[in-house]
């Protein structure tokens, strides 16, 4: 079992739609949970990150977390074209490296 | 914020060539760098953490041979591909930083072998 696991997509949305994109993981003691935001050919960028259980919001990006369920979570209200992009959620395990889904790539429709 | 600059972003090179590759912190210093390989529609997969000063330590099933890493000063680790073949073709992707959310990634080089 991967230790974290994230559908690739691809996922296609219109402009304004709310988009949700999941992750699953297998390690109770995780507790650093981060969303990357990847342009194609480019590196990683920090989108979010949340400690533990819970949300946290900025601007149009709710990130979540369900310690419970293992389950972390990316919301995007009224999506633009410009948030087409790969989004990789990562977490930081206990021996101090970031490991990182799969990916999911989005395409916002005009 | 943290700036991570790397290059080249793309080289293409003969089968049996070696190819460095450098990834620079350019307003901080930076004791740790890592290295990621990423292939199409994959994941970013950790090859080896870099230690300035130090020898760097790969993660399992990656040739430290093959992938040489030297963390010469605080602001540059360079990786070289060594007697590169095809199957090494792919996205290689350097950070820096510190701390669970203060690690920067450079905009990584597209490695074909031909």
């Known amino acids: 079992q991967k230790e974290v696991e994230q559908d690739p997509g691809p996922l296609s949305v219109p402009e304004g739609a709310i988009v949700s994109l999941n992750c699953t993981y297998s390690?109770?003691?995780?507790?650093?949970f981060m969303w990357y935001r990847q342009y194609s050919r480019k590196g990683p960028e920090l989108l979010m990150y949340?400690?533990?259980?819970g949300n946290k919001e900025d601007g149009r990006f709710t990130a979540q977390v369900d310690k419970s369920s293992k389950y972390i979570s990316l919301f995007i209200r009224d999506s633009q074209p410009s948030d087409s992009a790969t989004y990789l959620c990562?977490?930081?395990?206990?021996?101090?490296?970031?490991?990182f889904g799969q990916g999911t790539t989005l395409q916002v429709k005009p | 914020g943290a700036v991570v600059s790397q290059h080249p972003s793309r080289v293409i090179c003969k089968s049996g060539t070696s190819v460095k590759i450098e990834c620079r912190s350019l307003?901080?210093?930076?004791?740790?760098m890592f290295w990621y390989r990423q292939f199409p529609k994959q994941s970013l997969m950790l090859m080896a953490t870099?230690?300035?000063?130090?020898?760097?330590?790969?993660e399992q099933g990656v040739e430290k041979d093959k992938f040489l890493i030297n963390h010469a000063s605080l602001t540059l680790s360079t990786l070289t591909v060594t007697s590169a073949h095809p199957e090494d073709s792919s996205f290689y992707i350097c950070?820096?930083?510190?701390?669970?959310?203060?690690?920067?990634f450079g905009s990584g080089t597209r490695l074909t072998v031909v």
């Open positions: 950070s820096a930083g510190g701390g669970v959310y203060g690690y920067t």
């Open positions: 390690n109770s003691a995780f507790q650093y």
């Open positions: 949340t400690y533990s259980s």
């Open positions: 990562a977490i930081w395990s206990n021996t101090g490296k970031l490991i």
């Open positions: 307003d901080f210093q930076a004791t740790t």
């Open positions: 870099s230690n300035e000063g130090s020898k760097a330590t790969y």
